[in-house]
């Protein structure tokens, strides 16, 4: 329906503005990951980081887009 369109709509740019507003590199991070899909190594290695260091920046960044978007008016 259009009411559940509009509430998808509404949380995808919740999402996308939390994602904005990260700080770059978790940002680069949760985008190679979830939106263009590259595997952990090759995400880890275009930020000169660590597997497992871009597994806790996921964990964290995670962690701030649910707090923003949970508690933010977006």
């Not at 009411?3 to 998808?8: A, D, I």
């Not at 991070?29 to 980081?49: D, H, P, R, T």
Request: glycine letters at 2%; a positive charge.
């Amino acid at each position: 329906s259009e009411q559940e369109n509009n509430e998808l709509l509404r949380k995808l740019r919740a999402i996308e503005k939390a994602v904005s507003l990260l700080n770059d590199v978790s940002k680069r991070i949760i985008q190679m990951k979830y939106f263009q899909g590259y595997e952990m190594n090759v995400v880890a290695k275009s930020v000169f980081i660590s597997r497992r260091a871009a597994y806790y920046r996921i964990n964290m960044a995670l962690k701030e887009i649910s707090y923003i978007t949970a508690n933010l008016s977006l």
